[in-house]
């Protein structure tokens, strides 16, 4: 705050007491506390002799709006400087064009309509109207201009950087009243904060995909879940293919994560870094196998396949010995890698009695690495699964080297109803809620109530409803969309789309009826298949099914850990925001792992500034979806042409791969997110991109499941078995080829969906 025009010692003493008050403005403490400011802090005023000034401005040393150091920016008035900076009146402005070598020259000048000046009087000051003639007379020649010019200069020098310049000027001698930098330089373009933390795509024929990856991270992950989960994931992986292949051939790199791509926050698998970091002489059943199980579909070709081997070479005799040793002595520990499973699926991190923000970041930063441990037991399981679905699919193929229809229904007969399978036990357990609150007395109404009223209703009751509510959220508390990253609201800490969904199957009691399991279904499907050995595919099938169940244990205590860490950064928001560090809690995800702690400890405005937009352009980039396989940088789907044009009078079959057998007839859902899927009514057939288990609420509803993302081991595919679905995966374009209302056939044992018209179904 400026107090001009002060004569005397008690205007003086007034003054003072303006500029102090001024720091407890509203506006003034706000500001601070948006940019993680001390609330109270100390203030010192400058009492200056004041300039009777004839002219005074602003000078900028570089252009304020671009930075651009060849012009400077001056304006001007007659009077005091007042009038410039409050902008009560169109100034003149100058525009000086500097040379590398310093030399000035006045390259543009725009006469303002100054119909006001401000004064000095002897009680402080006023404003004064202005004439028609002094308004249209320029306020300083240009040879005072380019003096400014070099003032501007000198200072620039002397601080070392760019300055906003306030002057006054009384009979031609200039007066400097104030010096400052230029705060507006360097402020980041959105461009530069959508593209932050992209990976360099090496080669421009670098093969990256959403497949898998997509569906455990379906949306665009924060600062801090890249920083810290990302990062430590990744870091697994690496130390995953040491255990493989032996620290000769892997360099593991925590900087480096050669194995995910990230591009505008959106994860993406490296296809040669992953599936074909052991390439053969040719493409074997080994590549085709592992296609299925994460594309739905062969995806592998010549063109893949050759750059692997250009980037690694041939596996060579050493190398082969010790990855035959290794998938041996993994597939037999089917007992170690349960252990492995479950071993962090009791973490704690006991955050609530923190009470300083700054120990508790430490805590976390001590305790970090046990999300990289519980990731490599999740990716050793999955290797567990995978190497022995690999080999229970080569004796499923028998020699031959073609995929048939059949040998998919084979593969999909004999991988159904594996139990202990955690995410699919999710929608169990719901029908068993749901089954239990249309039994008590207030089921009837529970439908009828609000989101909040039925959540209350059940947080209330003590009886079986409430308790076997409780009980799920203590169990499945830590699951939801988008598991993988920390800002994610869990069912344990937004529980409210598990109440929509409850009310839905309360008011359809079809849905929670459950369907018989026979465990042994697989056995007589094996005896009836035609293989060299059936005691050899009995052997590796039995241990591709405990695999799958193992998979979702490690996947569920890796989730568990991370969701102790989604916790505890929550709470460093909160002591956080209590310390006046941030503005809110949520703002915490915004950070990143490192910025977080140069907050805590030194503050920050321009780190929460950059949080602060970094968070705004979050839903721009949840509005982004990429295709499943990219070649070179990815590109958003809705940044290329489409191709696809719907045509409801179109007959359209899409064909995907096989899940689990069985033939439907219903309308049409297409959800592309949860928002959309709290629409879908009882017996429709979902049509999405993928799945994770925040869906899982969603699947006693439906009466099949086609995605477009995910392979045999995909969460669509594993709870559409348990539920005995007819369900497709790997159905490209499925979610533009159709829309919500239309009527199809999905015929789960031959992989198609089918669209029919009106004529067509009542014939």
């Not at 990815?634 to 007959?651: F, T």
């Amino acid at each position: 705050m400026t107090v001009l025009g002060c004569k005397g010692f008690d205007a003086v003493i007034k003054g003072l007491q303006q500029c102090w008050s001024s720091l407890l403005a509203y506006q003034s403490v706000e500001y601070r506390r948006q940019h993680g400011e001390p609330l109270i802090p100390g203030m010192g005023v400058v009492v200056q002799e004041m300039v009777e000034s004839e002219v005074a401005g602003v000078l900028f040393t570089v252009n304020p709006n671009d930075g651009n150091p060849s012009q400077m920016i001056l304006t001007a008035n007659f009077g005091l400087g007042e009038s410039v900076v409050s902008g009560d009146a169109e100034p003149d402005t100058f525009i000086l064009h500097r040379t590398s070598a310093g030399l000035l020259s006045v390259s543009e000048r725009t006469i303002g309509s100054k119909h006001l000046k401000i004064v000095l009087t002897q009680d402080g000051t006023r404003e004064e109207a202005m004439d028609a003639d002094n308004s249209a007379t320029c306020c300083m020649s240009d040879e005072m201009a380019l003096n400014l010019g070099q003032l501007g200069i000198f200072l620039e020098k002397s601080f070392g950087g760019p300055r906003d310049i306030e002057f006054g000027i009384r009979h031609n001698t200039i007066y400097l009243l104030q010096s400052r930098p230029v705060t507006s330089l360097d402020p980041w373009t959105d461009y530069e904060l959508r593209h932050e933390f992209d990976t360099p795509v090496v080669t421009p024929t670098e093969y990256l995909t959403r497949a898998n990856v997509g569906e455990v991270v379906p949306g665009p992950s924060s600062p801090l879940s890249i920083s810290t989960v990302l990062r430590l994931v990744g870091f697994a992986g690496q130390q995953n293919w040491k255990n493989m292949c032996g620290r000769f051939f892997i360099e593991i790199n925590p900087w480096n994560l050669d194995l995910f791509a990230l591009i505008e926050n959106h994860s993406f698998l490296n296809v040669i870094n992953n599936f074909l970091r052991l390439p053969t002489t040719k493409i074997t059943v080994d590549n085709h196998a592992t296609d299925i199980q994460f594309y739905g579909r062969l995806v592998t070709d010549v063109a893949m396949h050759q750059k692997a081997l250009h980037r690694f070479g041939l596996l060579g005799l050493f190398k082969t010995f010790r990855l035959t040793a290794y998938a041996c002595r993994t597939i037999w520990n089917l007992k170690r890698c349960e252990r492995g499973a479950a071993k962090f699926g009791n973490y704690v991190f006991p955050v609530d009695k923190y009470t300083h923000s700054q120990r508790l970041n430490d805590d976390i930063c001590s305790r970090m690495y046990d999300v990289r441990d519980s990731a490599l037991e999740h990716l050793k399981a999955t290797a567990f699964s995978s190497l022995s679905q690999a080999i229970a699919v080569k004796t499923l193929l028998n020699g031959r080297t073609e995929w048939s229809d059949e040998i998919y229904a084979q593969l999909a007969q004999i991988l159904s109803s594996v139990n202990n399978v955690e995410s699919a036990g999710v929608p169990f357990d719901l029908k068993e809620l749901a089954r239990a609150i249309s039994k008590s007395e207030y089921g009837q109404d529970f439908v009828k109530e609000s989101t909040d009223d039925a959540l209350k209703i059940l947080q209330d009751d003590q009886g079986p409803a409430g308790s076997l509510f409780r009980r799920f959220l203590e169990r499945h508390g830590h699951r939801g969309i988008m598991e993988f990253s920390l800002e994610t609201k869990t069912w344990g800490i937004e529980p409210r789309p598990l109440i929509s969904s409850l009310q839905t199957m309360v008011a359809n009691p079809a849905t929670f009826a459950v369907a018989e399991k026979r465990d042994d279904e697989w056995l007589a499907a094996v005896k009836n298949i035609k293989v060299s050995s059936t005691r050899v595919l009995e052997f590796f099938i039995s241990r591709t099914r405990s695999g799958i169940a193992c998979r979702e244990t490690a996947k569920s205590s890796l989730i568990l850990t991370i969701h102790c860490f989604r916790l505890a950064y929550r709470r460093l928001g909160h002591l956080m925001v209590r310390d006046g560090f941030i503005p809110d809690a949520e703002l915490v995800f915004f950070f990143t792992h490192s910025e977080l702690h140069h907050v805590i400890h030194s503050r920050g405005a321009t780190l929460i500034n950059k949080a602060i937009r970094r968070r705004k352009l979050q839903p721009q980039l949840e509005a982004l979806a990429f295709p499943e396989m990219s070649i070179g940088v990815p590109k958003p789907i809705q940044d290329e042409p489409n191709e696809l044009v719907y045509d409801a009078a179109l007959g359209v079959q899409i064909k995907g791969t096989p899940v689990f057998r069985g033939t439907v007839r219903g309308t049409v859902r297409v959800a592309l997110n949860l928002e959309e899927a709290r629409h879908i009514q009882c017996g429709e057939i979902l049509i999405t991109r993928s799945t994770d288990i925040g869906w899982s609420p969603y699947f006693p509803l439906v009466s099949g499941v086609v995605t477009e993302l995910g392979g045999l081991i995909s969460h669509g595919a594993v709870v559409a078995r348990e539920y005995g679905l007819p369900c497709i995966v790997g159905a490209q374009k499925a979610t533009q080829l159709l829309r919500t209302g239309d009527r199809v056939i999905l015929d789960g044992s031959k992989g198609t969906i089918t669209r029919i018209d009106a004529q067509e179904e009542k014939h």
